[in-house]
């Protein structure tokens, strides 16, 4: 099975669809991540899961963790921990901003995408803040306002 490549020429691999549902997403980065072999084979099969990820900043360099890579299914014994913290390759400048924004309260590192761009595998990430229940009820109110809006225009030019 092979997956379309999008409009920017990227082969995707998985979303995390939950993320603008949960999160008010601000600025979004992109970053490299590091892999081992196994790891790459089974994402060429679009084998993972963003859904409970998220970012953390130590020692100056980003980690993601919670994201799951299941184990290539042709691997042997050296086959890698689905679970393990990955590291993300950023600028120096792109750190810095992340852990400024990072120490606000409520903010936090939301994987969005992973995707193949070059042959190389490029994580999205966006710094998000958590919504309420109350925001998630107005953002579903406003989208079915538009939806009816637009079927009315839609109708009264038929």
Not at 2 to 18: A, F, L, M, V, Y
Not at 30 to 39: D, K, P, R, Y
Not at 90 to 113: A, C, D, M, N, S
């Amino acid at each position: 099975m092979t997956k379309k490549r999008d409009r920017t020429g990227e082969k995707p691999i998985c979303r995390n669809k939950r993320a603008y549902v949960d999160y008010a997403i601000g600025d979004v980065f992109e970053a490299g991540i590091v892999l081992v072999g196994t790891e790459v084979k089974s994402l060429r099969e679009g084998r993972a899961n963003l859904k409970d990820s998220y970012g953390t900043i130590r020692n100056g360099e980003v980690y993601l963790e919670g994201m799951h890579i299941s184990p290539y299914i042709h691997g042997n014994r050296f086959n890698h921990d689905p679970l393990r913290t990955r590291k993300l390759l950023l600028h120096k400048r792109e750190i810095r901003r992340l852990y400024g924004k990072f120490q606000e309260k409520g903010l936090t590192l939301v994987p969005i995408r992973a995707y193949f761009r070059n042959g190389k595998v490029k994580i999205e990430i966006g710094i998000g803040r958590g919504k309420k229940l109350y925001d998630k009820r107005e953002d579903l109110k406003r989208k079915t306002d538009r939806r009816e809006m637009e079927r009315a225009i839609k109708e009264r030019h038929r």
